[in-house]
């Protein structure tokens, strides 16, 4: 069964930069819609970006103008560089298929972003 494992969190102060990694388990999802999404504390799971096969590309207005999303289907893998983070960036990102398959979230990876 192909899994997504995400990877590139941390701790970063307001105003600095990461970049997420999604590395699939065996090649697959070439032709699919991938996204990131995360969740805040006590908050639900929320749609950030997507990215289709042909690049085509769709952020929520939080994001829009600071996080980029892009894929490379050669390595199974889809990023998300985030700039200019926000305190309210904080949460646990997880990437999938737009629309999500269940069995598809991993554990995701924690974003702290600390003022």
């Known amino acids: 069964q192909v899994q997504l494992v995400e990877s590139g969190g941390g701790l970063v102060q307001a105003g600095g930069s990461l970049r997420l990694s999604c590395a699939a388990s065996e090649r697959a999802f070439g032709i699919n819609t991938r996204a990131w999404y995360r969740q805040a504390p006590g908050k639900q799971r929320e749609l950030v970006a997507t990215?289709?096969?042909?690049?085509?590309?769709l952020y929520a207005d939080s994001v829009k103008g600071r996080f980029t999303i892009s894929r490379d289907d050669a390595k199974n893998t889809v990023y998300l560089q985030m700039n200019s983070l926000k305190l309210e960036d904080t949460g646990v990102y997880y990437c999938n298929l737009n629309p999500p398959i269940e069995v598809l979230w991993g554990q995701g990876t924690q974003v702290t972003v600390s003022s």
């Open positions: 990215i289709t096969s042909g690049g085509g590309r």
